[in-house]
Nanobody, 115 residues
Framework: VQLVESGGGLVQPGGSRRLSCAAS????????MSWYRQAPGKERDLVAV????????HYANFVEGRFTIARDNAKNTVFLQMNSLKPEDTAVYYC?????????WGQGTQVTVSS
């Protein structure tokens, strides 16, 4: 099983970034997919989730309409489009797959929002 995140980097405040997470080794379409983030010295927080059935989405309050999660089951990939980025969005962003008691994590990708 692998979840490989990409797309992180340095972005200026107000900018955009698109994260991708490529999955392999499990039935991607059967898993709810999520993005979490963890800033230095803080707990890992849920950012957004998209369901396996119906593609229902849910976002953390701090997203405030700035981020969009999407999935492409044909490509076993989940995305996080982040717009209007703020310095407080700086964190390592992790991809997560969950189905019942089974959970997989990626290694994370760093997003730094700074001028």
């Amino acid at each position: 099983v692998q979840l490989v995140e990409s797309g992180g980097g340095l972005v200026q405040p107000g900018g955009s970034r698109r994260l991708s997470c490529a999955a392999s080794g499990f039935t991607f379409s059967s898993y709810d997919m999520s993005w979490y983030r963890q800033a230095p010295g803080k707990e890992r927080d849920l950012v957004a989730v998209i369901s396996s059935v119906g593609g229902r989405t849910h976002y953390a309050n701090f997203v405030e309409g700035r981020f969009t999660i999407a999935r492409d089951n044909a490509k076993n990939t989940v995305f996080l489009q982040m717009n209007s980025l703020k310095p407080e969005d700086t964190a390592v962003y992790y991809c997560n797959a969950i189905s019942g008691d089974i959970r997989f994590w990626g290694q994370g990708t760093q997003v730094t929002v700074s001028s």
